[in-house]
């Protein structure tokens, strides 16, 4: 580098390669000095004109950063830079700056007011950035202009600034809890937020500054559970764990009567005969005064939407929804989550040691939920300690009569193992089994016996702890053991095993009368070379002697008692004066002499055996308190459930009359031209690259008839336009009055032919894709389409829609609706009456052998801004028979479900219509011109682009635009390029543009991009998109 010779010029050493490099000053370190004016080439490129050469310096820098390595030094000259005109230097700067601001604080307030202009920079990420950079500055000097900057961003077009508002309220709050008053309004404002990027982060706030204002929550409550499914990983977590405190709070418990449970609850993994009698014979007696529980829908609408995240990639978000379901769900559901805590089981040890520190909790309390996945808790060798452990401790759990004999199989296996802490463990797993399964505890108490012949002394230790307290269960009919366990003391050398077989023959010495004293012998011999333990227990035993059988053992417990007076240990001396002036009576006693046998031989409770987790489910599961069983700081007890239901009605959202379309838009609508009628040729190789033409038959055969009045006053209005239009020529309308004859004519036949109540579907005359025989809608050609209300699209025009195959969804299983099943579709068809709303093909059957009444929609509970058209009521529907309706609905640009009541005259199912993002648009057509220019604004986070690999099968022109319509309801659009293919749509609702472009590379390489201002919308197409060409 050309800076290098005048750098080991001004050290004063040579400036030859190879030779070190010496300072001035000798004390200054010379060659180990190695920061001495370190970074002067950054510095320099810092400084530099160049934009080339600061970016590069910013790169290195930042690389640095993320090495772990101290650039802290830098800080002046890169902060100059934050005025820097390049966009990407100056992202780069603020990343610096988040890093070093609380360390820089003085420097940083230099630049407070490059700070305050980046607050209005036109890039999002530069607004982000600066107001990140702004809550790093830990000076309380700066509050008012923190508070200023989030109030701003809290407002911000961009949802990105937005979330990163919601992050900087906790900062903040940390720094000044003086402002949790207007901090509180900003978490208002920004819990109304529908967009998925913001919710995890406010509701992170939310726990921070405000957790106790659940009032917050009521309005957003059912928009947090529907926009669930969609919010990153990070905030469903954040999420779930306070919907959990929220509806501890706000609901009834489902448990509260299970018998007189009204809804139809999924079926569990298991049945628990035994839990079941006891909980009916306990419940019995209450169940007549108690009312029929009916569970809440919103409490079923948060079991439901987090029921598919047992499935996500990130165990924390399974352990969310496990505890979820364990704390919140009813007895029967609960059986849902095991089958995803097992899978975890397969993750790293560090997620194993958590899952299974819940899963024991959940064990004692649900013992049959793990039953059917008893195996998958049998210990593998290459499992560490700990895991090991606890597997152990869920098998003892799962323990019962049925199971027992193999898990005293695996257990006895386990013994062999190298693994001392495990042996030992699993001995005392063995002695819990016997304590808990009565008709196995001989079998235990054998078998550990054999034990005591075991090599290993840990092993015989832990065996004679284990035998010591299932002894004192039935000390009587085990005598044999006893005496056995006598005769062992002269081969036993471990501390803990002595002095247990010392107090168990002291303890029964009635039960062992001859054998007890010629014990106390033998231990007088070695009492000077035994351990501390084994000696206390030896003055226990002949004090007991002394009090039981004084001939015999007298003098021994006189010559034990004085060796004891002159050893070592000051815990022995002291025991042995303690208990001499207790039983040998002087002139000195007291008048504790009189009770020596009550105090030594009473009789002393057995111990109980049990889970080390049995308390613990008072925490949270998955929290951090619970894993150490202790309150940690910030932890928030679980509310107890009420006795009376809070109002459900603090959570109903008032939606007010919604439309997109302004009064100038409208206006705009009356002057636009129709469609097809100057651009037909241009658009003609589009659609005949998506669909292949159909005779007229099919074409009015999938046109609307909602009536004869309405269908002509709707030709009326259409030929008034084209006249008002005056851009058509004679011959043009002359062609379209006569194909509009042809239409009535064959609507009217259409309208005879189909009588009952296909008659007034808004499709009716349509063949319902759920029952064509190829399962594939017929296209339309563009002018039976002609009628499709116009929106407010600017200068491109709606398409037909873009058919590939109908994918059909369940909505109601057949077992689910007692003989009543129903399908849905997306038909792509436009729905009538509303411009703003999907289209959604219904088939509804009926296979019992009853007849149906009264089918209709009732008690929507959508996300706010969602609407639902519901299909007319059917009447009647007759055993055997199927019917067809179409309804719409507003999903406003979101992939939430819309749920809703499915009524019948007896019966009421809640169902759910959940859209692929593919359908919540629909095609436009642009010129290639106008795609680059529209493509031009949406850069930056508005663009996704992945790489990917195209099978042989979809290699062609033909096949590429079918897979990527069938994915999507997009048009296509012109292209001069032959490896280019072009596809644009509008979003239905809010009319944004979603342009996507495929490039076809060397081979089977591709790259797709997807540019759309919603960034949640590109990112699921892309996802989608690509699924579909690699099929």
């Known amino acids: ?178 402002q949790k008053d207007q901090l509180i309004e900003v978490i208002e404002k920004l819990l109304a937020d529908k967009t998925t990027l913001v919710a995890g982060s406010v509701v992170m706030a939310f726990e921070e500054v405000c957790p106790e204002r659940i009032d917050l929550i009521h309005k957003n409550y059912r928009k947090l559970c529907n926009l669930l499914i969609d919010v990153e990983e990070w905030g469903q977590v954040v999420i779930i764990n306070m919907l959990t405190r929220y509806a501890r709070t706000q609901f009834l418990s489902p448990n509260q009567n299970e018998s007189l449970l009204e809804e139809s609850a999924e079926k569990a993994f298991y049945g628990s005969e035994e839990e079941d009698t006891k909980d009916a014979k306990a419940e019995a007696a ?410 007229d038959s099919e074409e009015s055969g999938s046109s609307s008839s909602s009536g004869t009045s309405s269908s002509s006053s709707e030709e009326e209005d259409e030929e008034e336009e084209e006249e008002g239009s005056g851009e058509q020529s004679e011959e043009k309308e002359g062609e379209e009055e006569e194909e509009k004859r042809k239409k009535r004519k064959e609507k009217g036949g259409l309208r005879k032919a189909s009588p009952g109540s296909a008659g007034s579907l808004p499709f009716p005359a349509a063949p319902c894709p759920l029952c064509s025989s190829r399962g594939l809608p017929r296209p339309l050609s563009p002018m039976g389409w002609a009628w499709w209300p116009m929106l407010s699209c600017g200068p491109w025009q709606l398409l037909s829609p873009a058919f590939g195959a109908v994918r059909t969804y369940e909505l109601l299983h057949r077992m689910a609706g007692e003989g009543l099943s129903v399908e849905y579709c997306f038909s792509r068809r436009p729905f009538p009456g509303d411009p703003h709303m999907v289209a959604v093909q219904i088939q509804i059957s009926n296979n019992t052998d009853a007849e149906v009444k009264s089918l209709r929609v009732s008690e929507p509970k959508l996300l706010a801004g969602m609407r639902i058209q519901e299909f007319p009521e059917i009447e009647s529907l007759a055993p055997g028979d199927t019917a067809s309706v179409v309804m719409g609905i507003d999903f406003c640009d979101s992939t939430q479900a819309a749920n809703f009541q499915l009524c019948t005259h007896t019966r009421h199912f809640y169902v759910s219509i959940q859209p692929p993002v593919g359908e919540l648009m629909a095609p436009v057509f642009m010129s290639e011109n106008e795609f680059r220019k529209e493509q031009g604004k949406l850069t930056g986070m508005s663009e996704i682009t992945e790489k990917l690999t195209l099978p042989e099968k979809c290699r062609s022109d033909h096949a590429i635009v079918q897979q990527v319509t069938s994915a999507a309801n997009v048009g296509r659009v012109p292209c001069g390029a032959d490896n280019e293919y072009r596809f644009a749509a509008k979003t239905v609702t809010s009319g944004s543009l979603v342009l996507i472009t495929l490039e076809w590379r060397e081979g089977a390489a591709a790259q797709l991009t997807v540019n759309s201002e919603k960034m949640v919308i590109g990112t699921m197409l892309v996802k989608d998109i690509i699924q579909a060409l690699a099929q």
């Open 1 to 178: 580098m050309a800076a290098s010779p005048a750098y080991g010029e001004e050290k004063g050493g040579s400036s030859s390669l190879g030779e070190p490099e010496y300072g001035h000053d000798p004390a200054s370190g010379g060659i180990f000095a190695s920061d001495y004016k370190r970074h002067d080439d950054l510095k320099e490129m810092l400084d530099s004109n160049k934009d080339s050469l600061k970016l590069e310096a910013m790169k290195r820098i930042v690389a640095m950063i993320a090495r772990g390595k101290n650039a802290s030094d830098l800080f002046p000259a890169v902060v100059k830079n934050v005025a820097c005109k390049n966009i990407e230097v100056k992202k780069l700067v603020y990343v610096y700056l988040v890093r070093y601001a609380e360390e820089q604080q003085d420097l940083a307030l230099l630049s407070i007011s490059t700070f305050q202009r980046g607050l209005k920079d036109p890039n999002q990420l530069i607004r982000a950035s600066a107001l990140r950079v702004l809550s790093s500055i830990r000076v309380p000097i700066i509050v008012p202009i923190m508070m200023l900057a989030i109030k701003e961003a809290a407002s911000d077009m961009s949802p990105y600034v937005r979330k990163t508002a919601a992050h900087a309220i906790p900062k903040l709050y940390s720094l000044d809890s003086d």
């Open 286 to 695: 209450s169940l007549a005064k108690r009312k029929p529980y009916v569970m809440d829908p919103d409490h079923r609408l948060l079991l439901r939407n987090t029921k598919p995240l047992l499935q996500s990639r990130n165990a924390a978000v399974v352990m969310a929804v496990a505890q979820l379901y364990f704390h919140l769900a009813p007895k029967a559901e609960v059986g849902v989550i095991a089958k995803a805590l097992v899978r975890l089981l397969r993750s790293h040890s560090e997620v194993q040691y958590v899952v299974l520190q819940n899963v024991a909790t959940m064990s004692i309390k649900r013992r049959g939920m793990f039953e059917p996945y008893l195996k998958s808790f049998y210990i593998r060798s290459t499992d560490p300690t700990q895991i090991k452990i606890l597997k152990l401790e869920v098998l003892t759990n799962l323990a019962n009569e049925t199971n027992i004999s193999t898990i005293l199989r695996e257990f006895q296996t386990y013994i062999r193992s190298m693994d001392k802490d495990f042996v030992a463990a699993t001995i005392q797993a063995i002695g819990r089994c016997a304590t808990n399964i009565g008709k196995v505890r001989d079998t235990c108490l054998n078998g550990l016996v054999q034990l005591l012949s075991n090599r290993d002394e840990l092993v015989v230790a832990e065996s004679v702890v284990v035998i010591k307290k299932l002894l004192q269960m039935q000390p009587a009919q085990h005598s044999e053991i006893i005496k056995h366990m006598a005769k062992l003391t002269d081969n036993i050398q471990v501390p803990m095993a002595r002095a247990s077989i010392l107090w168990l023959i002291g303890e029964y010495c009635e039960h062992v009368p001859k054998i007890a004293p010629d014990v106390l012998r033998k231990m007088a011999k070695s009492f000077t070379n035994e351990e501390d333990i084994v000696k206390l227990q030896v003055i226990n035993l002949a004090a007991k002697l002394y009090l039981t059988n004084s001939k015999q053992s007298k003098l021994l417990t006189q010559y034990v008692l004085n060796l004891a007076k002159y050893d070592q240990n000051y815990d022995i001396r002291d025991r042995a004066r303690f208990i001499r002036q207790l039983i040998v009576p002087t002139e000195k006693s007291g008048a504790l002499n009189k009770y020596a046998k009550k105090l030594f031989l009473a009789q002393k409770p057995a111990p109980i055996l049990e889970s080390s987790f049995k308390d613990r489910d008072h925490f949270q599961l998955g929290s951090l308190s619970h894993l150490l069983n202790a309150k940690a700081v910030g932890y928030q007890e679980l509310p107890d459930w009420p006795d009376e239901a809070p109002d459900p009605s603090v959570r109903n959202v008032e939606v007010p009359e919604w439309t997109k379309c302004t009064s100038r838009e409208k206006r705009k609508e009356k002057v636009e031209k129709p469609f097809y009628s100057d651009s037909e040729g241009e658009s003609g190789p589009t659609e005949s690259a998506d669909s292949e033409p159909e005779s």
